[in-house]
């Protein structure tokens, strides 16, 4: 969690600094082995983007351990960045299915690190990439490409009701919360109403003549 510390109401930030960091830590290691990989097969171009992608990594994993501030732009900058390098991969690769995996891995994460507004628009950025370059370079058919995208659409179907799950769960735990936070300053507030009438009460007893006479026997 970048060494941060977290209270009750940053879980949901916890969990997603967290995965961030878990996976620049598995992509950072990897991406330098397929730069290695890429330069020794004369593949040039695509081994400095991994190259550039691997310095990035690297710079972004330290910067966000200084502030929770920018979390959000540091996320918003590597899907960004991720997204050219699995499209330059994509559009590279002899095997289009290969490339298909890594966007659903992209679009997937993207909904639980930036929510469904940024996971939307990957999603369909990455669509319209796949079936021009379906069209494009693998000269396949308008039916053969909807036909490859149709897991697309079944990631964010399932994506977009598991986040929208996810955020009915949250609106119902801070009403809940909500809630509780009244009832108990309530029951806070009876209890010294109480206090006082038992006080109140006391000084009554001690100035009355049966007070007086319990204490002279």
């Not at 996810?166 to 806070?188: C, I």
């Amino acid at each position: 969690n970048s060494g941060f510390s977290f209270d009750t109401k940053e879980y949901e930030l916890k969990l997603k600094y967290i995965l961030f960091n878990s996976l620049l830590l598995i992509n950072i290691p990897l991406v330098s082995l397929a730069t290695i990989f890429r330069f020794s097969n004369g593949q040039y171009t695509q081994a400095f983007f991994d190259l550039v992608y691997v310095l990035l990594g690297l710079s972004t994993f330290f910067m966000a351990r200084k502030s929770k501030k920018y979390f959000s732009v540091f996320v918003k900058f590597v899907i960004a960045y991720s997204f050219f390098i699995v499209a330059l991969t994509y559009y590279a690769a002899l095997n289009p299915i290969a490339g298909i995996s890594w966007f659903v891995v992209l679009i997937m994460t993207t909904f639980f690190l930036s929510g469904n507004k940024t996971g939307s628009v990957v999603f369909f950025l990455s669509f319209i990439f796949i079936f021009t370059t379906g069209i494009d370079k693998y000269n396949l058919s308008a039916i053969q490409n909807i036909l490859g995208t149709i897991p697309f659409f079944v990631t964010l179907i399932f994506m977009y009701f598991f986040e929208q799950r996810n955020q009915n769960l949250k609106k119902q735990l801070l009403e809940l919360n909500y809630a509780l936070r009244l009832r108990n300053d309530d029951l806070v507030s009876k209890v010294h109403s109480s206090n006082t009438e038992l006080l109140k009460l006391q000084e009554i007893l001690d100035k009355s003549p049966i007070s007086i006479v319990i204490t002279d026997i």
